[in-house]
C-alpha cells in the first residue's frame, strides 16, 4: 500500500492538470516526475477496427473479476478522448510516473504462476501490470474508460508484450513501459495482435485472424 501512496502522491500534478486545463502548467506541475520536454500536439490515426476475438485474453477476465470497477464503462462514455495539449500533458507523464514507480519482474517471479493481470501495490510488475495501473491512474483523473484500451503486440525481438493505446480525436497514442515517449501506435516497431474493443467490458478485437478464430493469443516469450 505504501507503493500505490507513493505512486498516487507523484500522479497528483498529473490529475490537477487535466481538471484545471491550462496548458501554460504542464511542466510545472509535471515537474514531481520526470523532466518533460516542451510538447506540440501529436497527431496519429485510428487504428484498425479488428476482428471481434472469439475470447478476451484469460488474464484480463481474470483481472476483470478482481477489479470490477475497471471492467464496466458506462456505453455512453465516449469512445475517445478529445486531444489537446493539457491532456497530452497528462498522458505523457502518467506514462513516465508509473514506468518509473514500477520495478520490471515477470509473473513467474513475482506471483508464482505464468499469468497473472494485476494492479501492483507493492512496485513490482510486468509490461501489464503497467499498462493496467497507467490505465486505473487516467480513469481516475478522468479520462473515458472506454478509450483506454490495452493492446497485445509482438515486438521485433519476436517477444509478447502489452501496451496501453489511448483512443483519441487526432489517432490513438501508445503508453509503453519500454519508453518514456509518448507515440502514435503507426510509429512503433510493433506488429498488434489483438485489444480491447473500446466497449468498456470484456470484449476484444483481433489484428491476426488466427486470434479472431481461435481465441486469445497463446503465451511466448514475454517482455517485462
Request: hydrophobic share 40%.
Amino acid at each position: 500500500m505504501r507503493f500505490m501512496r507513493s505512486l498516487r502522491l507523484a500522479l497528483l500534478p498529473c490529475v490537477s492538470l487535466l481538471a484545471a486545463c491550462q496548458s501554460a502548467a504542464i511542466e510545472t506541475q509535471a515537474a514531481a516526475t520526470a523532466p518533460i520536454p516542451q510538447l506540440s500536439l501529436l497527431s496519429s490515426s485510428p487504428m484498425p477496427q479488428g476482428i471481434p476475438a472469439r475470447d478476451a485474453p484469460p488474464g484480463f477476465i481474470s483481472f476483470c473479476s478482481r477489479y470490477l470497477d475497471q471492467c464496466v464503462a458506462s456505453a455512453s462514455e465516449p469512445a475517445t478522448v478529445h486531444l489537446d495539449l493539457p491532456t497530452q500533458g497528462v498522458l505523457d507523464s502518467v506514462n513516465r510516473a508509473v514506468n518509473n514507480a514500477i520495478v520490471p519482474e515477470d509473473d513467474q517471479e513475482h506471483y508464482g504462476r505464468a499469468e497473472y493481470w494485476n494492479i501492483p501495490s507493492d512496485g513490482y510488475g510486468n509490461c501489464k501490470d503497467y499498462a493496467l495501473t497507467k490505465r486505473k491512474v487516467l480513469i481516475a483523473a478522468g479520462l473515458p474508460e472506454r478509450a483506454l484500451r490495452v493492446a497485445i503486440v509482438v515486438t521485433a525481438r519476436e517477444n509478447r508484450h502489452a501496451v496501453l493505446t489511448v483512443a483519441t480525436d487526432r489517432g490513438d497514442l501508445v503508453l509503453d513501459n519500454l519508453s518514456n515517449t509518448l507515440k502514435p501506435w503507426s510509429d512503433v516497431n510493433y506488429r498488434w495482435v489483438e485489444r480491447q474493443d473500446g466497449s468498456g467490458s470484456l470484449g476484444w478485437v483481433a489484428f491476426d485472424t488466427q486470434v479472431a478464430e481461435n481465441g486469445a493469443a497463446g503465451p511466448t516469450a514475454e517482455t517485462k
